[in-house]
């Protein structure tokens, strides 16, 4: 599935050319929001606003007369000022009975604008109230991102706000910002403000900013094994147990096993003789970052590949308490190690 495009509904509230009704769901919340706000506060004028607007919570409807059936009564209205009404409903995935909706869509009204806000979970678009929406409004879905899209999502973002990243800074950002993209696009935004636009944003600035260490962090640990490198490691875990708050285990260990991972795609494409280009597509990673698997796949066998994601399971499971604990600290040192020095 494509990552979600909300340009063709932005360019609808700008031009003010809009559908009788829109429903924005699913189960990743940043698409949704951005449309949200911009609906919220772009598709009318403020003076409009003041006669034109309505926001409702679907669950306050509930327990409030005339409920969801009154709110449909309200988007049978004229407007006031506007050549349109907004109606808003969020929180609408705990509408239970959509019957009014329902009744509503069957004769909509033209100057009425309808956003629905389904956040968190899909729909059952098998029902009549969906399917009535898709065939005469907008039905948006915001899926969550594959591990493979959030680089080429943060990319595009700074590019639409008149920023460039080269790849190595963009993996550091990305490996470390994780995948809330509410939270990246918060952290994106101290560039804007610092940075004058058509600067490249670099691992200084990255480090300035936003205060991701460039040559001690989760993804450096992951080269520092990678290049099978003991004082390398050994300083990194050093610093580690210095601040226990930038590794967490959580985070680092399955960083390890995605990593890990792709240098076990790595044998297998040479098993099978497929193109490292079309291995990189495979993986949805830029070129630039194949030659790393590829070192570490000359480092590390097959078999001891396989063993280390074998380790990175059963040092998973040791993280949250399920066997014999120990110190963060020295599970990280004990798991590197071993890693180090797998056979």
């Not at 769901?25 to 772009?42: C, K, S």
């Not at 101290?190 to 001690?216: A, Q």
Request: glycine share 4%; proline share 6%.
């Amino acid at each position: 599935m494509p990552v979600p495009d909300i340009s063709p509904i932005e360019n609808q509230i700008k031009t003010k050319k809009l559908a009788p009704v829109y429903l924005l769901w699913g189960e990743e919340d940043y698409f949704i929001d951005r449309l949200a706000d911009l609906f919220e506060n772009h598709a009318l004028d403020e003076n409009d606003k003041a006669f034109d607007f309505s926001l409702y919570f679907a669950p306050d409807l509930k327990s409030k007369e005339p409920g969801l059936k009154g709110v449909m009564a309200d988007c049978k209205r004229f407007p006031a000022m506007a050549p349109f009404q907004l109606i808003i409903i969020k929180e609408a995935q705990s509408i239970d009975h959509w019957e009014p909706i329902e009744d509503y869509l069957q004769h909509p009204v033209s100057t009425t604008v309808l956003v629905l806000i389904h956040k968190h979970k899909k729909i059952d678009k098998r029902k009549n109230v969906f399917k009535q929406i898709a065939k005469i409004g907008v039905s948006f879905e915001s899926s969550p991102l594959k591990d493979s899209e959030y680089g080429t999502w943060v990319a595009q973002y700074l590019k639409q706000h008149g920023y460039n990243i080269s790849p190595q800074p963009l993996a550091l950002l990305t490996e470390s910002l994780g995948q809330n993209l509410n939270l990246i696009a918060n952290e994106l935004e101290k560039f804007f403000i610092n940075l004058p636009k058509g600067s490249t944003i670099t691992e200084d600035e990255i480090e300035k900013y936003i205060g991701i260490n460039k040559d001690y962090n989760v993804f450096r640990f992951g080269d520092a094994l990678f290049a099978r490198d003991p004082i390398w490691t050994r300083k990194l875990c050093n610093y580690a147990r210095k601040h226990p708050k930038d590794f967490p285990l959580q985070l680092v260990i399955p960083q390890l096993y995605k990593q890990f991972s792709k240098v076990l795609l790595v044998h297998h494409a040479r098993n099978k003789n497929t193109p490292m280009a079309e291995l990189a597509r495979n993986m949805g990673i830029n070129p630039y970052f194949l030659r790393q698997y590829e070192s570490a796949a000359n480092r590390y066998a097959y078999k001891e590949t396989s063993a280390v994601l074998r380790l990175l399971l059963r040092y998973d499971a040791r993280a949250k308490g399920i066997g014999f604990s120990m110190e963060s600290a020295d599970l990280l040192d004990e798991l590197s190690f071993r890693i180090l020095h797998v056979l």
